[in-house]
């Protein structure tokens, strides 16, 4: 069997023609519209392959003109383009089937085979989403969906793009607490379609971990380490060790294909607990030299807590004398809350250290992460808020800690 593979994305024209050559199939690549068209017309192909977006001529103008030219050859629409429209208008032109990218569940577990022999897989897709634009909505639907089958498996993994799952990972901390069951969370750096991914090494990983002794709680694997979810932080862009553990143990690394666990399930935990309730109103404030404070003022009819990333252990250009004082002060009078946290990756903020940190400390509404990762943060006070509308109560879950998301 001949296929002809229409994609402009060398990477994954590339992979194609690695993988289909495997199978049994012949492959060639047209990296363009009008040269595809030309291929595909020459009527030696027994399927085309055809991505969407393409430059020269985009892949649905491309089928309609070999439709009306009346060359029949099957066509598989490949595409990341997945809405509705796009699929009604593929098929519309032409194609025999419409794929989109990414890919459904079963394709990604039947990229990495060897699951079959660590476990029973039910695979289930609750959303199609860069990561990009997951949050609160997308949690709560996670959330619900291991709720729903907590009695029916013994541990979830949940795959995610990379950019916002130290989010997700942080807000499962706190919506499914004492979790005696693993929830883990992975992703990758490049498409598991890649020759060099690493995506399969991670999903491996990930169900090796949740499938072992004592596995538990919120974590996420990544690049042969195990990292508390309330720990998590994405501290590279391209990089395969894109994820660390921030001013806490790792809870397991892979040495090889061995896993080496440093924290264990904790003993005498509580039963599991879900919430399902979050408030997004949480803005957070990256202070810069000279920032002027009548941005205060203007997120208030907007917001109920307001997360400042200060300099240093923390604290207020200008102290106690400052406008930046004042209209925090108004803020906090309001009945707002408001978190300072640092800039600084490690180490955590302290208020108590600096003048300009010790006033603005015992305004009324003012608490201190510590410790905590950015992400525990912001998320940590969307929990918090989506409990109780009374301030101080907020402020006392905050402040508790939770899955050692405070030193």
């Known amino acids: 069997m001949r296929i ?7 990477r994954r ?11 049994g199939y012949t492959a060639d690549i047209s990296g363009d519209g009008l040269s595809g068209l030309d291929n595909a017309a020459s009527d ?80 289930v897709q609750v959303f199609n989403l860069d990561s990009t634009n997951v949050g609160p909505a997308q949690w709560q639907i996670i959330v619900r969906c291991i709720k729903e089958n907590y009695d029916a498996c013994d541990g979830f993994v949940i795959a995610h793009g990379t950019d916002t799952m130290a989010y997700t990972a942080a807000a499962l901390s706190y919506m499914v607490q004492n979790s005696a069951k693993p929830v883990v969370l992975t992703g990758s750096q490049k498409s598991i379609y890649n020759r060099d991914t690493d995506a399969r090494n991670n999903l491996y990983r990930a169900f090796v971990y949740a499938v072992s002794d004592g596995a538990w709680g919120v974590q996420l694997v990544f690049d042969n380490k195990v990292i508390l979810g309330t720990r998590a932080r994405k501290t590279r862009t391209r990089s395969f060790n894109a994820f660390s553990s921030i ?40 202070l810069v030299p000279g920032m002027r404070a009548d941005i205060i003022p203007l997120l208030a009819p907007h917001y109920r807590a307001l997360v400042l990333e200060s300099f240093g252990v923390g604290g207020l250009p200008g102290g106690e004398h400052g406008e930046m004082f004042a209209a925090l002060r108004r803020w906090c009078e309001s009945g707002r809350l408001a978190v300072f946290t ?13 003048e300009v940190g010790r006033a603005v400390g015992e305004l009324p ?43």
């Open 4 to 10: 002809l593979v229409v994609e402009d994305e060398a």
């Open 13 to 23: 024209a590339q992979t194609l023609a690695e993988l289909l050559p495997r199978q």
């Open 44 to 123: 030696i192909y027994d399927l085309v392959v055809l991505d969407a977006m393409l430059p020269g001529m985009d892949g649905f103008t491309l089928l309609q003109r070999l439709r009306q030219e009346g060359h029949t050859v099957p066509v598989l629409m490949l595409t990341a383009r997945s809405g509705v429209e796009d699929r009604v208008r593929g098929l519309d032109s032409g194609a025999d089937y419409y794929l989109t990218k990414p890919f459904e569940p079963q394709e990604l577990l039947a990229c990495v085979p060897e699951l079959a022999d660590l476990c029973e897989v039910s695979a």
């Open 247 to 286: 001013d806490y143990p790792e809870t397991a690394v892979f040495r090889d294909t061995r896993l080496v666990t440093f924290l264990r399930r904790p003993t005498d935990q509580p039963p599991v607990r879900f919430y399902e309730r979050l408030e997004p109103a949480v803005f957070v404030l990256r």
């Open 342 to 354: 640092t800039q600084v990756p490690h180490e955590g903020c302290d208020l108590a250290v600096y």
């Open 365 to 407: 509404g003012v608490l201190e992460a510590r410790d905590m990762t950015p992400e525990a943060v912001a998320v940590k006070l969307m929990w918090a808020l989506g409990q109780t509308g009374d301030r101080e109560k907020a402020a006392r879950l905050f402040e508790t800690p939770i899955e050692y998301d405070i030193m």
